[in-house]
């Protein structure tokens, strides 16, 4: 308990950092939200309008920088992020909270079954050298060195467009009511089949080499040569002893793939025209955006400080030490 309560004060504190730096960047940028909407309307006002509209955005240049430090902690804390330019005037926590269920059911979805058929197929791989699940290196590295964009377009082509075996693009089918029914869920899913497939393939190598190589490292330790000699059975030496060490290091890769998640697969979105939060992002560099893309980062950062410390508290159960 010890152990952990060290990793939350550090969390916490590298929390605290972030979220210093999110109110900084954007604030060392020139102008503001207010002036880049006005800019890019190319429209003229009043000193009078852009003082409504800076309001709008929460722009607080009249106050000293530890005041505004203030009034963004008080913001957050109540959710309130800003306003988006690229969506005016839909508030930032409300682009994110539409986003981000697509992105977590797509890639947090194909991430979990990546690393699960990877991890498994490793294991078999290094606890038997030599057996066919070896061949299976050289296809996976290739599919793992095709870029993600070029394998989507391609799984498009094929899939889609030539067999008609998935649909091209778009979250669920025309004409069905986004809820919690029976139907959406099937079409979503449906939907989002062939995207997932393009990342399961995709990251499937990373897992399976990486587990197959700490399981032969693994197996040269002593205290797997004892548990073969106290006549234990294959399964319980290559699960108990050799694969619950060597997972120590997927399990560190597998938090922090899961706190990326929330980033999204841009370019497996911008092709399927996915609507998570990867293709908002990018909405948001394109469109200068800065309220969007703070609050995005900040989703993200959090994120991943919450799949690292899930990852320590993981590592408490797993480490033998």
Known sequence: ?????????????????????????????????????????KGRVTPQELHALELQFGVTTHLSLLAQYFRYWQNLLHGDLGNSITYFPEPVIDVIRSSLPWTVMLIGVATVISFGIGTLLGI?????????LDSLMPVTTFFSSVPYFWFALLAVLLLAQEVHLFPAAGTYAIGITQGFTSTFLVSAAYHAVLP??????????????????????????DYVTVAEAKGLTDRRVMLSYAARNALLPNIAGFAMSLGFVVSGALLVEIVFSYPGIGYALYQAVTNEDYPLMQGIFLVITLAVLLANLLADTCYVFLDPR
């Not at 078999?124 to 066919?132: D, E, H, N, P, T």
């Not at 990373?206 to 587990?211: E, F, H, R, S």
């Open 1 to 41: 308990m010890r152990y952990l309560g060290r990793r939350l004060f550090f969390y916490l504190l590298t929390a605290l950092v972030a979220i210093t730096l999110n109110f900084l960047i954007p604030r060392l940028m020139p102008g503001n939200p207010a002036e880049i909407l006005i800019s890019r309307e």
């Open 124 to 132: 078999l791989a290094g606890w038997r050298r030599g057996s066919f």
């Open 196 to 221: 997932a497939l393009t990342i399961i393939v995709s990251s499937l190598a990373g897992w399976l080499l990486g587990m197959r190589n700490m399981m032969i490292t693994t197996m040269s330790e």
